[in-house]
């Protein structure tokens, strides 16, 4: 098995690609080893000494490290978690586990709104922050704010707070004139 590395807009975040699926629909974080009590792979990444985040999407690997570790000394031991665990035969998630992830529900006067910022961002914002191993999800809608949620390699990156105001609140208020704004959230 031959895992490749790329770096991501956040120094402290590595992708890991393994060559294979990783899960087959959504995406899956662990912004905590507490959270990753459902997922054998997470488990084996979090126990590699200086790991503080994992998230999973189709077929990466996105790990965020602490700042008092260089990647030059850890990224051998979790390129050998992550070898360990697909000989291992163990699954991503462990079965009846609901994968994390995924845009909140909205109920109210702004349902038809909200589906026009969901779309947007599963069409055109979500898959461009999957290559730099993140996701970015929709957390709520209120009186023209769009609240998102970044997680894996765009949660905490240096350069999220310049891809959600000159690039996604320009997106969403080019097409969708009642959005005023764009905020994070901290879930």
């Not at 006067?109 to 069409?123: A, F, H, P, R, W």
């Not at 769009?146 to 894996?152: D, N, P, T």
Request: net charge negative; hydrophobic share 40%; charged share 20%.
């Amino acid at each position: 098995m031959f895992i490749q590395t790329e770096s991501t807009p956040n120094p402290a975040t590595l992708k890991f690609l393994p060559g294979q699926t990783v899960l087959d629909a959504g995406t899956a974080d662990f912004p905590s080893a507490e959270a990753a009590s459902k997922s054998p792979l997470a488990q084996r990444i979090f126990a590699v000494s200086g790991v503080t985040g994992v998230f999973f999407g189709n077929d990466f690997v996105t790990v965020t490290k602490d700042d008092s570790v260089e990647w030059d000394h850890i990224k051998p031991a979790v390129l050998g978690a992550v070898m360990e665990h697909y000989q291992s035969g163990q699954p991503v998630i462990n079965e009846g586990q609901q994968q994390a992830s995924g845009h909140a529900e909205h109920t109210g006067e702004d349902g038809e709104i909200v589906n026009q910022i969901k779309e947007l961002l599963d069409s055109r914002v979500r898959p461009a922050v999957a290559q730099d191993g993140g996701d970015i999800t929709f957390h709520g809608f209120d009186r023209g704010v769009v609240y998102l949620h970044m997680q894996g390699a765009c949660a905490g990156c240096p350069s999220s707070t310049l891809t959600l105001k000159m690039g996604i609140e320009n997106l969403l208020r080019h097409y969708i004139p009642e959005v005023t704004e764009v905020r994070p959230v901290a879930v």
